[in-house]
């Protein structure tokens, strides 16, 4: 979407309709229209499933088995409607063609998307009693979806990701990042108390607290690119909404090395770059590579001691990511890049960064 500034000229705007635009901008073919809705656009639904068991193991803890689904219809992807179909002619001769000769872009949000949901969880939780309580649960799950679009890499907003060709939109269908295949959660807390009449003993043998939390977890699915290649022959690495398109896959080969590091996350010779205006995107699926999973175990200790009705002292440490596990963030995805599959960035979300200890007191009266 080309801009400029309007300007007042004897009292009045110097470009008004039918003439809206500069000269060096009113040339056919290279405006851009963001964003239009499609004037018959029906409301996207989600159908939900869920079946579960649950089971009292007596000592206030119980175990929860679940199975939960959903699939997503009508969900919204961004199109280009000026999009030349695929093409073995190069963009150049296909643009002879192109459905919107007058327009560079026409981006347009559809109902062109879907998902399908599964997940499995087992979960066992046990109420506070004689001091203690945790929460374990694990969970498996696979989210398919094409609404994130080409090269999903956040949660889409209200007109869904942009998608690779408008006329074939499931060949963007694949994992989606986010959601992990494999996910641990645990969280305990326990407490030292006396109950003996003596207030010395009191004093020292309760007022102890020991709280922790563990969270592994698999990698996010993402999505190699072939960086300045067209094999579609549709210009989609410069389009208003577009970029580097997918690489193909090379059937047979590991997509990992034997002795994976952050030098080598992926086995180089397992994607490859497509050839100019082939008549199709890259073959290989979006999340197509799973990348560094995520190891956090985080503690508190604290001790308090109480003088009699009114005050409270409390002092104690806590640490995140207690053993300093490093967490790698995602590998470059780009063909061709020099730092291709290569890690050299840190995660730093559910403390999942560098070991960080604090220290902290309080008084309370």
Do not use: C
């Not at 939960?68 to 009508?74: F, I, M, P, R, V």
């Not at 498996?140 to 942009?162: D, R």
């Not at 408008?166 to 494999?182: E, K, M, S």
């Amino acid at each position: 979407m080309a801009g400029f500034t309007n300007s007042i000229s004897n009292g009045g705007a110097q470009y008004t309709f039918p003439y809206p635009f500069p000269a060096n901008l009113a040339q056919p073919g290279t405006q851009d229209f963001l964003v239009a809705f499609n004037p018959h656009y029906k409301d996207p639904y989600v159908q939900q499933w869920n079946f579960t068991i649950e089971r009292d193991l007596g000592f206030q803890t119980g175990v929860r088995i679940s199975y939960d689904g959903s699939h997503g219809t009508n969900l919204s992807s961004t199109e280009d409607l000026a999009q030349v179909p695929a093409n073995t002619v190069g963009f150049a001769k296909a643009l002879q063609n192109a459905p919107y000769p007058l327009w560079d872009g026409i981006i347009s949000a559809e109902n062109g998307a879907r998902s399908n949901y599964h997940a499995f969880t087992i979960s066992v939780n046990k109420r506070m009693s004689k001091g203690l309580q945790f929460l374990f649960s694990y969970n498996h799950a696979k989210n398919l979806s094409n609404a994130g679009g080409w090269n999903p890499t956040s949660f889409v907003g209200e007109a869904g990701g942009q998608i690779s060709d408008r006329y074939h939109p499931n060949i963007d269908y694949g994992r989606v990042p986010f959601t992990r295949d494999n996910r641990v959660i645990a969280n305990f807390l326990y407490e030292i108390s006396s109950h003996s009449s003596n207030r010395f003993v009191n004093q020292l043998a309760a007022g102890r607290e020991v709280a922790g939390r563990m969270m592994f977890q698999t990698g996010p699915h993402l999505t190699v690119l072939a960086p300045g290649t067209d094999p579609s022959g549709t210009n989609f690495v410069n389009s208003v909404n577009g970029g580097d398109p997918r690489a193909d896959i090379v059937p047979g080969v590991p997509l990992y090395p034997t002795n994976r590091s952050i030098n080598q996350w992926m086995n180089p010779a397992a994607f490859a770059a497509p050839p100019n205006n082939i008549g199709r995107f890259g073959n290989s699926p979006v999340g197509s590579v799973v990348g560094p999973g995520t190891q956090v175990v985080s503690l508190s200790i604290y001790r308090s001691f109480k003088f009699e009705d009114r005050y409270s002292f409390r002092i104690g440490a806590s640490a995140a990511n207690l053993f300093n596990h490093p967490n790698y963030g995602v590998p470059d995805l780009g063909i061709g890049n020099a730092a291709y599959g290569t890690i050299r960035s840190m995660q730093s979300a559910e403390d999942s960064g560098p070991r960080a200890i604090q220290f902290g007191s309080r008084f309370t009266f």
